[in-house]
């Protein structure tokens, strides 16, 4: 193993620099406040991406779905294409969809408005008290780069030095989607 790989580290910009990193909701009326920081440790800081973008599709959501009121937590439905446990664990935390049945992952399903994800797709639609919206990261999102280096960390034969890379754009995609507000960092589709 290289020096250069060896003292190779990545981190997430400190929290101060992340713009509106919280979502509140209600649990049978009572609000709970979730923060970035709590996403991080209940999914564990593997998927960095994932886990900011989870972050921001549900704050886009909520503003969209539920823009005058605090939402109840367990009445949103999600669909996606996107496999991503990140995602799925952020979701989880602040909703309660996956262990209330209302998460449903398809990555068979194509959505031409969407570029492909590692594997499947990064398309989610959220549904909320009768509402609808279909959303995406903001355009170029996951980068091209983020594609070839997620799909190589996936093969047999993966070297430590892609591994790194893997790690290093997906703290670069936390990043980037963290330093921006939420409509900034989620399409509408």
């Known amino acids: 193993m290289s020096t250069a790989t060896r003292t190779r580290t990545f981190s997430l910009r400190p929290v ?6 919280e979502i509140t909701v209600l649990d049978n009326g009572r609000p709970v406040k979730f923060t970035l920081d709590t996403a991080m440790t209940y999914h564990g800081y593997d998927a960095v991406g994932g886990v900011a973008l989870g972050f921001r599709l549900l704050q886009r959501a909520i503003a969209i779905l539920s823009p005058d009121a605090l939402p109840e937590r367990r009445q949103f439905e999600v669909f996606t294409n996107f496999p991503g446990l990140g995602v799925r664990d952020t979701f989880e935390l602040v909703t309660r969809v996956v262990t209330g049945g209302r998460f449903t992952l398809d990555a068979s399903f194509v959505d031409p408005r969407t570029p492909e994800g590692v594997t499947g797709g ?4 959220f549904s909320y008290n009768g509402k609808t919206v279909e959303l995406a990261p903001i355009e170029g999102q996951p980068s091209e780069r983020f594609v070839r280096c997620g799909r190589a960390s996936k093969r047999p034969d993966v ?3 892609e591994l790194l890379e893997w790690k290093e754009v997906k703290h670069e995609l936390a990043n980037l989607l963290l330093g921006v507000e939420a409509e900034n960092a989620v399409r509408i589709l």
């Open 16 to 21: 101060e620099e992340w713009v509106s990193p």
């Open 159 to 161: 070297t430590e030095e």
């Open 122 to 125: 990064v398309y989610f639609r």
